[in-house]
């Protein structure tokens, strides 16, 4: 198993349904809908890419919200890069 085996590993069924079961639950907490959560995430898939390769399946967004009540919520996405393009 070489370094980079983990980074580009496919999701399981059961990790693919934990992801959906906690967009389900960032966007409850955010009242956002899971369908707008979906559509963030689309779009940032398709923003980026223009940019550089990604790894779709690795994409983790989530919304939070913090724990001042001074501040709302902030987005945070972790994107896997494969290689920038040129």
């Known amino acids: 198993m070489g370094f ?11 990790e693919v349904a934990k992801d959906r079961l906690k967009l389900l639950l960032v966007s409850d907490r955010s009242n956002c809908s899971p369908e707008t ?4 995430k689309n779009d940032i ?6 940019y ?3 790894d779709p ?3 983790d ?13 902030a987005l945070y996405a972790n994107i896997p890069i494969r290689e920038l393009r040129k």
């Open 37 to 40: 959560m979906e559509l963030i």
């Open 61 to 73: 967004i989530q919304i939070t919200q913090s724990s001042e009540e001074s501040e709302g919520p």
């Open 52 to 54: 550089m390769e990604i």
């Open 4 to 14: 980079f085996d983990n980074f580009f590993k496919k999701k399981s069924s059961g």
């Open 57 to 59: 399946e690795g994409l």
């Open 45 to 50: 898939i398709q923003v980026i890419s223009k």
